[in-house]
């Protein structure tokens, strides 16, 4: 007869109080000694929770960092103009305004932490061309690094300051294209197997353990690429198809995606564990284009911040919100 042992890999223990949630892992199974009754830990939902809003409510911003030290850049605040140059920061409580990006910035690219980050690409208010300068940002200013080799917007991007990734993006037209930067220079990296697409959210990972997933190609995906530092591989589709939408995550096997163009703005929150997306709680404010942690963040750790919110332009948010992981509950086991 299988043993618990022989099909966990473990036994059960004996505790005399039970774990605290925060130490839980679901699925943990213990004898509570005290109370002569066998507990288990199961998952709660996780959830988003509304925070500072930003000072100026705008779209298609690029945003690198964590939770509780944040930097959004740029974005559009009017329809076709103007785009913004303002930069803000958060500190878990409250955002300020800081040394504004050196140009006028939608759909940027970004990657790193608040005191070692990096944007690329973007464009300026409308007739402008697509930008290929990239800005270094050490949590005061900016300085002027390499150009991408070619100038796109609207592209997945991820890694650190010294290690990032341009994913796809409008060049025009649309592209496989990926980029890679070293801290020095950027080179031409692997393409994409699938189609050619923009919005492509792709912020997830590192450059050496990544996702690129949904956008327009021309019409809205649920595309789901792997890449492992040498190739692309196709992965489990997303449930719903998506443009434009925010996300983040630490590596190719833990990933968030939220909100999005489907077409409309959307509230769905989807979640990826390395083999499956599972929708998980919703934003509190549909919206397409927010800024997102990017790639520095786990999956447990994102922001959402500002977006579009629908109807006739200029029509955009300041909205922040918080995503919150399950918190993990006790409970008895019991026969029946």
């Known amino acids: 007869m299988a043993t618990y042992k022989g099909i966990q890999g473990y036994t059960v223990q004996n505790l005399s109080d039970d774990p605290s949630p925060a130490e839980s892992v679901e699925g943990q199974l213990w004898y509570n000694s005290t109370l002569g009754k066998f507990k288990i830990a199961q998952a709660g939902s996780g959830a988003w929770a509304s925070v500072a809003s ?9 945003a690198f960092g964590t939770p509780t030290a944040a930097v959004d850049v740029g974005g559009n605040i009017g329809g ?72 796109r917007n609207n592209m997945g991007s991820t890694g650190t300051q010294t290690a990032a990734m341009a994913i796809c993006g409008a060049t025009y037209p649309k592209t496989t294209a990926v980029e890679d930067y070293n801290g020095v220079s950027w080179s031409a990296g692997t393409a994409v197997s699938g189609a050619a697409r923009s919005g492509n959210t792709g912020s997830t990972g590192i450059s050496t353990s990544a996702l690129s997933i949904g956008g327009a ?49 959307t509230a769905k929150t989807e979640q990826w564990d390395g ?48 995503w919150a992981e399950p918190v993990y509950t006790v409970k008895t086991v019991t026969v029946s």
């Open 54 to 62: 930003l000072n100026q409510e705008r779209n298609s911003s690029a």
């Open 80 to 151: 076709d103009g103007p785009y913004w140059s303002v930069v803000e920061e958060f500190n878990g409580t409250a955002w300020s305004e800081e040394t504004n990006y050196p140009q006028e910035c939608s759909g940027g690219g970004s990657a790193g932490t608040l005191t070692a980050g990096l944007i690329f690409g973007g464009t300026a208010t409308p007739p402008s061309p697509m930008h290929t300068e990239s800005f270094e940002y050490n949590g005061t200013g900016w300085s002027n690094e390499a150009d991408l080799n070619t100038g």
């Open 217 to 265: 190609a021309p019409g809205i995906s649920t595309v789901c690429e792997s890449w492992n530092g040498s190739a692309w591989t196709a992965s489990t589709a997303l449930n719903t198809a998506t443009n434009v939408a925010g996300g983040g995550g630490a590596n190719n096997t833990a990933a968030i995606i939220y909100g999005g163009d489907t077409p409309g703005e």
């Open 275 to 322: 083999s499956s997306w599972t929708e998980v709680g919703d934003l509190a404010n549909a919206r397409y284009g927010p800024g997102g942690m990017g790639s520095t963040s786990p999956s447990a750790a994102q922001l959402a911040c500002g977006g579009g919110v629908g109807g006739a332009p200029p029509n955009y948010t300041a909205a922040t919100e918080e």
